[in-house]
C-alpha cells in the first residue's frame, strides 16, 4: 500500500472546500464496522494538509467521535539543507504532500463525516473506499513509534540522537512534550549551538 502512495500534481484550490456535515448514522446498505483500530490514509488538498488535520480534529471533538479516531498523522522529515553563504540548517517538511494518516476504527456511518471534513477529498482506496494499510506498511513507516516509546526524559538530561541528519551527535534537553512525544534540544552544529524538535525514538539516554 505505501508503495502505491504518491505525490499528485492537484488542481488550484479556489472554493472547492467542504464543510463538515453531522454523521449520517442509518446509511442505507452501510453497516460495515470494524471492530479493531486501524490505520487509513486520507487524501487531501496541496497544501491543505495541516488545514485537514486541524478541522478533523475539530470534527472529531465536535461530534464525540474520540472512540473511533485515535490518532492523527502527518509524515515530516528533517532535511538539511546548505544556505548560498554556506550555512547549513535543517528544515521539517511534509514527506508526503497531501496524505494524511487516521488511526480508527472505520465504520460506513462515519464515511461521510471524515471525508467532507473541510480540506479532505476521500479516502485512498479503490473508488474511494477506505482501505486500511498493512501491518508491513505500518511498520515501516514507523506509525506506531508513540505508542511503543515511552517518555523517560527529562529537562537538562544529556542524550546521543541515534536517527535523522544529526546521527551520532549528542544534545542537552531543554523541553519535553510527553503527550506527542517529542523534545526540544540543544545541539552545537556547524561551529554554532542550535535548537532542533526531535521525536524520542530519534534518542537515547547518553551513557
Known amino acids: 500500500m505505501a508503495d502505491e502512495i504518491k505525490n499528485e500534481n492537484n488542481t488550484k484550490v479556489a472554493d472547492a472546500v467542504y464543510d463538515d456535515v453531522p454523521p449520517e448514522l442509518n446509511v442505507a446498505g452501510?453497516?460495515?464496522r470494524d471492530t479493531e483500530a486501524r490505520w487509513y490514509v486520507l487524501h487531501t488538498?496541496?497544501?491543505y494538509e495541516t488545514v485537514a488535520e486541524d478541522n478533523l480534529k475539530k470534527v472529531v471533538e465536535k461530534y464525540h467521535l474520540e472512540n473511533r479516531v485515535l490518532e492523527i498523522f502527518i509524515p515530516t522529515e528533517d532535511?538539511?539543507?546548505?544556505?548560498?553563504?554556506?550555512?547549513?540548517?535543517?528544515?521539517?517538511?511534509?514527506s508526503m504532500p497531501t496524505y494524511i494518516f487516521v488511526k480508527m476504527i472505520y465504520g460506513d456511518d462515519i464515511w461521510h463525516t471524515i471525508t467532507r471534513t473541510r480540506g479532505i477529498t476521500g479516502f485512498v482506496g479503490?473508488?474511494?473506499?477506505?482501505?486500511?494499510?498493512?501491518?508491513?506498511?505500518?511498520?515501516?513507516?514507523?506509525?506506531?513509534?508513540?505508542?511503543?516509546t515511552k517518555v523517560a526524559f527529562a529537562v537538562d538530561d544529556v542524550v546521543q540522537i541515534i536517527d535523522?541528519?544529526?546521527?551520532?551527535?549528542?544534545?542537552?534537553?531543554?523541553?519535553?512534550?510527553?503527550?506527542n512525544h517529542k523534545v526540544t534540544v540543544m545541539v552545537d552544529m556547524f561551529g554554532r549551538t542550535n535548537k532542533v524538535e526531535l521525536h524520542t525514538s530519534q534518542?537515547?539516554?547518553n551513557n
Open 30 to 32: 452501510n453497516n460495515r
Open 45 to 47: 488538498f496541496n497544501g
Open 79 to 94: 532535511v538539511m539543507t546548505e544556505k548560498k553563504n554556506g550555512t547549513k540548517v535543517i528544515n521539517t517538511q511534509r
Open 126 to 148: 479503490p473508488k474511494g473506499r477506505p482501505l486500511p494499510l498493512s501491518n508491513a506498511d505500518v511498520m515501516k513507516m514507523k506509525l506506531e513509534r508513540k505508542l511503543n
Open 164 to 179: 535523522g541528519p544529526l546521527m551520532g551527535q549528542t544534545a542537552r534537553i531543554t523541553d519535553v512534550d510527553a503527550p
Open 203 to 205: 534518542i537515547k539516554a
